[in-house]
Nanobody, 128 residues
Framework: VQLQASGGGLAQAGGSLRLSCATS????????MGWFRQAPGQEREFVAA???????????IYQDSVKGRFTISRDGAESTVYLLLNSLKPEDTAVYYC???????????????????WGQGTQVTVSS
C-alpha cells in the first residue's frame, strides 16, 4: 500500500495551497484518511481527517487551529484525498503527511498510532 502526497510548496501568509494524497498498491479499505503535520522540533500533530465508509457520507474532523481555513475532501472513487489550505499563516509551516486506516470504530481517530499507512510527506512553507 502506498500513499503519495503532493502539492506542497511556498506560499505567502493569507495565500492558499492544495495538497493531494493518492493511494495505490494492495487493495485496502481506507476507511479513514487524514492529514498530519510536523514542524521542526515539534511532534507530529493531527490536522484533519475524512471517513470513507459505505454507511457514511464523508464525515470530517479538524484540529481547532485550522477550522474554517482548511478543507479536507476526497474524490468520487475515494482513492485520492485533498487538503485545501486557505488563509495560510506562518505557523502552518510544516511537513504535511497523509495517512489512512482500515479500522473505523465510529469515531474518527486523531492519534497517529491509529493510522496504519503513511505517505512520505510534502513541505509547506508560509512566509510572513
Amino acid at each position: 500500500v502506498q500513499l503519495q502526497a503532493s502539492g506542497g510548496g511556498l506560499a505567502q501568509a493569507g495565500g492558499s495551497l492544495r495538497l493531494s494524497c493518492a493511494t495505490s498498491g494492495r487493495m485496502v479499505r481506507h476507511y479513514v484518511m487524514g492529514w498530519f503535520r510536523q514542524a521542526p522540533g515539534q511532534e507530529r500533530e493531527f490536522v484533519a481527517a475524512i471517513t470513507s465508509v459505505p454507511w457514511s457520507g464523508g464525515d470530517t474532523i479538524y484540529q481547532d487551529s485550522v477550522k474554517g481555513r482548511f478543507t479536507i475532501s476526497r474524490d468520487g472513487a475515494e482513492s485520492t484525498v485533498y487538503l485545501l489550505l486557505n488563509s495560510l499563516k506562518p505557523e502552518d509551516t510544516a511537513v504535511y503527511y497523509c495517512a489512512s486506516t482500515e479500522s473505523f470504530s465510529g469515531i474518527i481517530p486523531k492519534r497517529r498510532e491509529l493510522y496504519q499507512f503513511w505517505g512520505q510527506g510534502t513541505q509547506v512553507t508560509v512566509s510572513s
